[in-house]
């Protein structure tokens, strides 16, 4: 099912739209104006935009039971809940003049989430409600391309109230997820066979999408379905429920371009929290310098909350601990167990972290 079928199957309302980018790329957009019980609830409701990963999408947000699911209990709790989706993704697939079956389409890193992207979603979000200041929880990437943006940009910082940052990502020279770090090795050599063969989309062809989220997972079992997610992302089995595996990886890699990857691989090499790196040349043309600018946290003057596992391989404790002291903390919620999915995925996160960010968008 799509955002629109996961949400309104479960019988919530839901809105689709459409927001473009200064630079062209149409983003799909969702939004849960209310609850199932709050409907008609008086005064004004606290506005929640929830930012998704690298490779994945908004659905991340809605693929558990509503109880479990982190939009469904924010709506439930009388929040306004928003649905973003970064550009090359399943619903993030347009743009005003390019084809995205051409490599043009597909010439960005996560650079432009955070220029374009991230600032278009948000006016759109406080234009259609009203507000002032929204709340914004973001997952991984979607933590980073925040940090990016929030230190560059006070104006549209001053519109966030509150900063949730869901295994945060800024720093990356400590991952330990041993498919990622072949990426790293054969970076260069993946672009360039993208680039010719895939126009440079990094994604699983449908008919294989199909074969690993169904048949694979049908014919091996869950456990098999259930340890290929974990050897990304680290090993948490007991808050994992793999009877829903095959759910999860028929919702995800919801795409991405080759450059988002290749800068993460960029950031790995260099342990550096930094713009894209085009090489010298190129570089001087668009920063002015040989080297790509560094990103500040130190300049994110927004309120942040941190949600962190202990045996996330991605968002490892190490970046972490280098994160933690540039930035306004008013939380740093830790659970041991938790590897890198288990922000969306685990059966139990409503008690073990969603609480957190219920009391802090109802400010309890």
Not at 32 to 50: E, T
Not at 132 to 151: C, E, K, P, T
Request: with cysteine; glycine share 8%; net charge negative.
């Amino acid at each position: 099912m799509n955002a629109t079928e996961l949400i309104a199957t479960k019988g919530y309302p839901v809105e689709h739209h459409s927001v473009v980018t200064e630079d062209g790329y149409i983003l799909g957009l969702f939004r849960i104006p209310h609850g199932l019980d709050n409907g008609h609830a008086k005064g004004p409701r606290p506005v929640v935009l929830l930012q998704h990963g690298l490779m994945a999408c908004c659905d991340d947000f809605l693929v558990n039971p509503a109880n479990e699911s982190l939009a469904f209990i924010l709506a439930d709790a009388g929040a306004d809940v928003w649905l973003g989706n970064s550009r090359g993704n399943v619903y993030s697939r347009r743009h005003t003049t390019l084809d995205p079956k051409k490599l043009d389409f597909w010439q960005f890193s996560w650079d432009a989430m955070a220029q374009y992207d991230l600032p278009a979603t948000i006016y759109h979000i406080l234009n259609q409600t009203g507000v002032q200041q929204l709340f914004y929880v973001g997952h991984s990437q979607g933590s980073a391309i925040a940090f990016a943006r929030f230190s560059e940009d006070q104006a549209l910082a001053s519109r966030v109230r509150h900063l949730m940052a869901l295994a945060p990502i800024a720093r990356v020279g400590h991952i330990k997820s041993p498919p990622l770090l072949l990426l790293v090795k054969y970076a260069d050599e993946i672009k360039l066979f993208l680039d010719t063969f895939g126009h440079g989309e990094f994604d699983f062809p449908e008919p294989l999408h199909r074969i690993v989220a169904g048949t694979l997972c049908e014919k091996w079992g869950e456990t098999i379905c259930e340890n290929f997610i974990f050897l990304l992302c680290g090993f948490d089995p007991g808050s994992f429920n793999n009877s829903r595996a095959d759910v999860y990886l028929a919702h995800v890699p919801a795409g991405a371009s080759a450059l988002t990857l290749m800068h993460w691989t960029q950031g790995v090499k260099s342990d550096q929290f930094k713009h894209f790196d085009y090489g010298e040349k190129e570089n001087l043309i668009k920063y002015g310098q040989k080297t790509p600018p560094l990103y500040d946290p130190k300049k994110v003057k927004v309120p942040v909350a941190i949600f962190r596992g202990g045996r996330d391989w991605l968002a490892s404790s190490e970046d972490i601990e280098w994160l933690l002291p540039q930035l306004n903390v008013t939380h740093d919620i830790y659970v041991p167990v938790y590897e890198h999915l288990d922000m969306t995925y685990a059966f139990d996160a409503a008690t073990r972290m969603y609480k957190y960010i219920v009391d802090i968008v109802m400010e309890k």
